[in-house]
């Protein structure tokens, strides 16, 4: 009876299992995150994409194609005229995805992605970006917000209407700079340098007017004050004349407090070391101090 030797009978072993898992990995096939997978046997496109994930069995003969089904950003600069016959630079963005659904045909019809955004994709913005550019009367009108606005729509609208059967979904087309002929660059600047001088003299003006606003505003003030404080003083004048004509006619009305004032001031007289004598009219209703009769040196003088 033969014997078996056990080492060799393992490694044959170990041989047979691995080439069953090769053997049967050709039977799976994983598509990555994001894309979509399209085989084809001998030229023949299969008419079913294979989404993300593991599949199996599949056809080990199957010659694959993978399609990144994720969103895309392409950036384009074109020069576009407008009506003045004049070339603007537009910088664009397209932001778009290969739909996945579609990927079999695309490969069919297109070629891989890349083909499908060379074939279809460049060739209509560009040609979008020349048909937008005639409706713009000229260069400088590229600045506006609204002609902006307007180029983003059109181009979108556009490019989606003719993509979507080609299998690739635009979501937006965005501008992302522009560059006018460097003498219009020129142009407006000055202009901006002139309309910035305009300012600067309004802001002047504006500054003058208002301080010869306070200066009159200072003036009225200082006017109604003085006309305030004239008023005051007239009141007062009238008030101290009024009070002098009360006195006088009191003084008038009473010849008593006449001849009390001329004792009064005699009184004050009498004190005078230098008087000597007073002579007093007393018919008089006003009595009279006479003063210094008995000085020799008064008398001469």
Known sequence: MARINPPRNLAIIAVVVVVAVVASLQFVKTVPPGRVGVASL???VQPEGYPQ???????PLYNWV?????QKTHLETASVPSQDQLQTRLDVSVQFRIDGSMAPRILEETGDASAAVNVHLIPKMRSLLRE?????RRAEDFFLEETQDTLQEGL????REYLAPKGIIVSAVLIRDITLPPFIVEAI?????REQAVERERAELERVRTELQQQVARAEAGRAAAEEEAARKKILADAQAYEITQINQAIASNPAYIQLQSLE???SISKDPASKMYFMDGSSPTPLPLMHLGDPQALQR
Do not use: M
Request: charged residues 25%.
């Open 42 to 44: 001998f030229g023949n």
């Open 53 to 59: 994930g593991l599949h199996v069995p599949v056809n």
């Open 66 to 70: 993978l399609y990144d089904a994720r």
């Open 132 to 136: 937008q550019g005639k409706s713009i």
């Open 156 to 159: 979108t609208s556009g490019l």
């Open 189 to 193: 600047e000055q202009k901006k340098e």
């Open 265 to 267: 001031a005699l009184k």
